[in-house]
C-alpha cells in the first residue's frame, strides 16, 4: 500500500468508521459509543488519536487489559490510564495476573472477553486497531496449523470493528512520528518463542504485490464466509439428535455458528472434538471449550454455561 498523508489517513478512517456505524443498530437512535481497545503499543495509540479527532471523548471508553504477562505490563497500564486522562476519556483495566508462560489463545479469550462485557454494559461497539499485516500474519498461521478454508477468512466477528485493516504497519509508524505520539514497546514481538513472531519476519520479505494481493483474497473470503454463516444460522440447533441427523461437514459449520454466534471461536479440529462430544457425551456431563465458558447436555439438547 502507498504511504498515505495525514489528512488522508484522517479521511479514510473516518469514513470507514462511520460506514460501519450505520450498518449498526445504535446509530439509529443517533448514539455511538465506542470501546477502544488499547494496549499502549504504536497501533492502538494511533488509532485513540484518531478516534479523538471524530467522536466526543465522552463516547470513548478506553479498555486496556493487563495480562500480567510481561515484567513492563503494570508500566503498559499506567502509560495507557494517563494517555486516556489526557484525551478526557473514560478508562477500564482488568488485571489477569495470566504469567510468563501463558499461550496467546488463552490471552485472547479473555481480552475479548472483557472487551464483550464492557460492550453489553455500555451498548456500545468494540473497535481495535489491527492492520493489514495482523491479518496476513494471522492468516499464515491458521495456515501453518490447517484450519482450511476458514483460516483465510479471519477476524470477521460482526460484533468487532477494526477500521485500520486498509493499513500497513509502516502507515501507522509513520503517522505516529509525523503527529509526535508516544508508545510502548512490547519487548515479546522479538522473542521467537512465538510462532507469530517467526512468521513476521518472513513476512517481512514479501513482495508488496503479493501482500495487497493477500489482503484481497482475504476480503472475498470474508464474504464469502459471511454469506455462509448467514445460510448456516437458519438451521442452528441445540438439539443433539439434529448432529446426528445431518453429516460431519454440515455439522460442524452449524457448530461453528452457533459458537461464534456466542462469542466463541474454535479451530476445525476442536469443533470436530466438540461435535463428538454432541453425538456421546452422557447426561448432565460438561465439556471445557475456554477458560469461561463449558457446554452441557442433556440426555437430548446441549448448553453453554459461562463463568
Request: with cysteine.
Amino acid at each position: 500500500m502507498s504511504v498515505v498523508s495525514h489528512h488522508q489517513m484522517v479521511v479514510l478512517v473516518v469514513v470507514d468508521l462511520l460506514a460501519a456505524a450505520e450498518a449498526a443498530e445504535e446509530a439509529a437512535a443517533g448514539k455511538i459509543m465506542l470501546i477502544a481497545a488499547i494496549s499502549g503499543g504504536v497501533d492502538s495509540v494511533v488509532l485513540l488519536d484518531l478516534l479523538s479527532k471524530r467522536y466526543k471523548t465522552s463516547d470513548i471508553i478506553v479498555a486496556h487489559v493487563n495480562h500480567g504477562i510481561r515484567v513492563e505490563s503494570s508500566e503498559d497500564a499506567d502509560f495507557v490510564r494517563k494517555m486516556s486522562a489526557k484525551y478526557g476519556m473514560q478508562y477500564r483495566q482488568i488485571d489477569l495476573n495470566l504469567g510468563l508462560h501463558a499461550s496467546e489463545e488463552v490471552a485472547r479469550d479473555q481480552r475479548y472477553a472483557f472487551l464483550r462485557k464492557l460492550s453489553k454494559e455500555f451498548n456500545a461497539k468494540i473497535v481495535t486497531a489491527h492492520h493489514a499485516d495482523d491479518i496476513i500474519e494471522t492468516i499464515a498461521i491458521n495456515l501453518v496449523r490447517g484450519t482450511g478454508w476458514r483460516g483465510l477468512a479471519v477476524m470477521s466477528a460482526k460484533d468487532i470493528y477494526r477500521p485500520l485493516t486498509c493499513f500497513y504497519k509502516n502507515d501507522l509508524l509513520l503517522y505516529a512520528k509525523k503527529n509526535g505520539l508516544e508508545w510502548r514497546e512490547d519487548s515479546t514481538n522479538s522473542s521467537d518463542l512465538y510462532l507469530r513472531n517467526r512468521l513476521r519476519k518472513r513476512i517481512k520479505t514479501l513482495n508488496p504485490s503479493i501482500k495487497q494481493n493477500l489482503i484481497q483474497l482475504w476480503r472475498n473470503q470474508t464474504k464469502i464466509a459471511r454469506d455462509i454463516n448467514k445460510e448456516t444460522a437458519k438451521f442452528s440447533k441445540n438439539s443433539r439428535y439434529f448432529y446426528l441427523m445431518i453429516s460431519n461437514d454440515v455439522a460442524v459449520e452449524i457448530l461453528r455458528n452457533f459458537l461464534l454466534n456466542k462469542g466463541i471461536a474454535q479451530t476445525r479440529p476442536q469443533l470436530n472434538d466438540i461435535l463428538i462430544s454432541i453425538k456421546t457425551a452422557k447426561a448432565g456431563s460438561k465439556r471445557t471449550l475456554n477458560s469461561s465458558v463449558s457446554m452441557c447436555f442433556s440426555t437430548s439438547e446441549f448448553w453453554l454455561e459461562f463463568f
